[in-house]
């Protein structure tokens, strides 16, 4: 690991109740209360995701539908400076809210977010204010893909053996906590109030980009051609977008925070990989954590 102290995760709760594993520090803590308070703005556009559950293909779909499928100025601006990252002010003091604070208020606010939805700044939790766009990936996958890219972030904390790692993603002691909780509570919200809430499945994307780009740009109410919608599509697929220096997160291997000689960021984008690394035993054992733990969900993943 080298210069960098690899931090701690530990169980803590927050102003509002809500408990959750966070890497150590005070800071961070405060961070995230902070996010409760964030004033939002009737047009922000905000991505939500379990880490790893396709946040980055979806920013970069959902940035180019409010953007007339603006390419050149997408590759232009890193993805990094077009959205904020709300609760980013826990990694790096000046970004997260305090940035997004300052953003002109004529201009549409792009966020990302990993947070469950109980630490959402409450007045998103409370109203259907802006429009939030929630990205699910089946668990399988989210969790081998997890499980490398903590591998190769040089200041997360250390996954351990993929066996490890499989058995506290089961009870979500891993950055941003259970799975099941977070992917459980965005469906739900969404079900049963949210005129502003949209659930993309990581896996209707690979079946069908196209279709699910229109069933986007209608919920952000914006008409695109379907010329503009093949350019979102392509510029979008993963073979583009993991040469694409401002959607890879190269400049983060630049600065020594990814290691992509251990893992890339834009790693396979498959959907069915979790074959390549489970074995028999331990996908019974996955099979059986997740029968029961979403034995009441009308929610239903592909696994391949
Ligand atoms: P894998 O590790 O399985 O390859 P996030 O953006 O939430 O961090 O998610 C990263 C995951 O999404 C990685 O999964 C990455 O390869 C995948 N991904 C990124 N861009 C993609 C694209 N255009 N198409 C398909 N998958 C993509």
């Keep these: 690991m080298g210069e960098f102290a690899v931090p701690v995760l ?25 996010v409760l308070k964030f004033k939002m703005r009737p047009d922000d556009v905000i991505v939500a995701t379990y880490p790893k559950a396709g946040t980055t293909w979806l920013q970069e779909i959902v940035w180019l539908i409010c953007n007339n499928a603006d390419t050149a100025l997408a590759r232009k601006v890193k993805l990094t400076d077009r959205y ?16 997004l604070d300052s953003r002109p208020m004529e201009r549409t606010r792009f966020i990302k977010t990993h947070l469950p939805f109980q630490l959402l700044p409450t007045e998103l939790q409370n109203e259907a204010i802006g429009k939030l766009i929630y990205v699910a990936r089946n668990p399988k996958d989210n969790c081998v893909s997890f499980y490398h890219f903590l591998r190769m972030h040089k200041t997360a904390h250390e996954p351990g053996t993929l066996n490890e790692f499989t058995e506290r993603f089961y009870r979500g002691n891993v950055p941003r906590g259970s799975w099941f909780d977070h992917v459980e509570k965005y469906w739900q919200i969404s079900q049963e109030r949210r005129s ?8 209707n994307m690979q079946r069908n980009c196209k279709e699910e780009i229109r069933i986007l740009a209608k919920f952000l109410e914006k008409d695109l051609s379907e010329t503009q919608i093949d350019i979102i599509a392509n510029h979008c697929a993963f073979d583009n977008m993991k040469d694409n220096d401002s959607v890879n997160f190269s400049h983060f291997v630049a600065a020594g925070v990814f290691d992509d000689s251990v893992s890339k960021f834009m790693r396979k984008g498959q959907v069915g990989d979790w074959k390549n ?17 979403t034995k009441d969900w009308t929610l239903k993943f592909d696994f391949e």
Excluded: A, C
């Design 10 to 34: 530990r169980e803590e709760t927050m102003s509002n109740g809500f408990t959750i594993p966070i890497l150590g520090g005070e800071r961070r803590r405060q961070v995230l209360n902070e």
């Design 84 to 99: 904020d990252w709300v609760e980013g002010g826990e990694y790096r003091p000046t970004e997260g809210f305090k940035k």
């Design 196 to 203: 502003n809430m949209h659930i993309v499945l990581y896996e």
């Design 277 to 293: 690394h489970f074995t028999v035993s331990q996908n019974q054992e996955f099979d059986d954590v997740l029968r029961k733990k």
